[in-house]
């Protein structure tokens, strides 16, 4: 999930640049990743763990960056024109609201649940003790 959201910030950072500076003079040659987000989505971790909501928002904003990343493609060989240029800047704004409000808060909920510290046992100090003595007679064979 870190890269989900590492990557979602990412994405709505390139978003927000389309928002406010695409024009049909000034069209900025950029492109969304979705990688992580669809190794996410295909993931059975994902279904056994994450809330019905966390899935939702991630197929609902992959679905969003995939057209988008179809819409930039197409505009490379076909410029848009003035409307499309508009209807553009209002998905990508959309797109960016749904990753920052819906699709990270959802992420950090699911991360903070999992972070837990590691508690020391005497099983794993037994264990670490077989790490380093393995590793000891390893290097006293040098």
Do not use: W
Not at 21 to 35: L, Q, R, T
Not at 90 to 104: A, D, K, P
Request: hydrophobic share 45%; charged share 25%; net charge negative.
């Amino acid at each position: 999930m870190d890269g989900v959201m590492i990557e979602s910030i990412t994405n709505e950072t390139v978003l927000n640049r389309v928002t406010q500076s695409a024009s049909i003079e000034n069209f900025i040659a950029i492109d969304v990743e979705i990688n992580c987000l669809q190794m996410a989505l295909t993931n059975y971790l994902t279904y056994t763990y994450a809330p019905a909501g966390l899935i939702t928002a991630m197929a609902v904003v992959s679905a969003h960056l995939l057209a988008l990343k179809n819409i930039f493609e197409f505009q490379r060989i076909n410029p848009l024109a003035e409307q499309q240029v508009e209807d553009l800047k209002s998905y990508t704004n959309e797109c960016g609201r749904l990753i920052i409000e819906v699709l990270q808060p959802q992420i950090e909920l699911l991360i903070q649940q999992f972070r837990v510290e590691i508690k020391r046992n005497d099983r794993s100090r037994e264990v670490d003790e077989r790490i380093e003595a393995i590793l000891r007679s390893k290097m006293s064979k040098k």
